[in-house]
Each structure stands twice: as structure tokens, then as C-alpha cells.
């Protein structure tokens, strides 16, 4: 049994609009990472489609109205299962870049329409949200 929830030290943070472009276009808000340290993207689509169908593009800068460039492939992290044929209607990568602010998109063959949605981790204080159930479990 852990300590802790993950829910706790994750802040979900909304990308795109759901029935959005799944073809490299539709790139998310500007996520602020700034106190977490880890960012992961997360698409879902409306058909099942093979691993090998899915590709995710990212761009990144200092500021979040400056001028967005392409993520090096390095610093983008795209677990895959053995299978790639494997089908799902979830996928996901993380961002290892460090920029303050980033974007993603996901090109999905075959997906149909989808949403990105942005999960920030390793909060740099926590929990992320100060709930009552918190303040049950350690006092207010």
C-alpha cells in the first residue's frame, strides 16, 4: 500500500477541445510547467487505431507569447507496447524538455477526432490541491 495517491501530485490541465483535429494541427494552450516537474500528454481518440498510426509533435519557449519551436525528438518520450499493431484509444507522451511553457499535438491515422489533455507531475510542493479531504487526513 503507497503513502500517497497519485491524484494528490498530478494537475490535469485542459488541451484541446474534445472533437478536435487529430492530424498534427491542433496543438494544445501553452502549458505552463513552471513548479512540476514532469508533463505528459495525453490523447484520446474516437476509433482504436494502432500504436504505429500515432505520432506526437511538441513545441516549446521561454515565455508563453513568444516563439514556439519544434521539441527535440530527445526531449519527447512515447511509450510503446511490443506489439505495435496493438490497437487503443489512449495514447500518451512526455515532455523532458526544459522550457517553461510547451504544446503538443498528436497525429492519430485513422483516429477520427480526439482530445489532448495535459497531466503536470512531481509537483515542487504538494499536494496540488489543498482539499477538505486533505485537511481531514492532516489537520487544517
Known amino acids: 500500500m503507497s503513502d500517497f495517491d497519485q491524484a494528490s501530485n498530478v494537475l490535469p490541465k485542459l488541451g484541446t ?3 478536435a483535429a487529430i492530424d ?4 494544445t494552450p501553452a502549458i505552463d510547467t513552471s513548479n512540476f ?3 505528459t500528454f495525453i490523447g484520446n481518440v474516437a476509433n482504436a487505431i494502432a500504436y504505429s498510426a500515432v505520432s506526437w509533435a511538441m ?5 508563453s507569447g513568444g516563439v514556439f519551436t519544434a521539441v527535440a525528438a530527445s526531449d519527447i518520450v512515447v511509450p510503446l507496447p511490443k ?11 512526455g515532455y523532458i524538455g526544459k522550457k517553461k511553457f510547451v504544446k503538443a499535438a498528436i497525429t ?9 489533455t495535459a497531466l503536470l507531475g512531481t509537483p515542487n ?8 479531504q486533505f ?3 492532516n489537520g487544517p
Do not use: I, N, R, Y
Open 108 to 116: 492519430a491515422t485513422g483516429g477520427g477526432t480526439g482530445q489532448v
Open 135 to 137: 485537511d481531514q487526513w
Open 83 to 93: 506489439v505495435l499493431t496493438d490497437t487503443s484509444k489512449v495514447f500518451h507522451a
Open 17 to 19: 477541445a474534445a472533437g
Open 59 to 63: 513545441t516549446e519557449c521561454d515565455t
Open 24 to 27: 498534427g494541427t491542433a496543438f
Open 37 to 39: 516537474g514532469s508533463c
Open 125 to 132: 510542493s504538494g499536494p496540488v490541491f489543498q482539499s477538505a
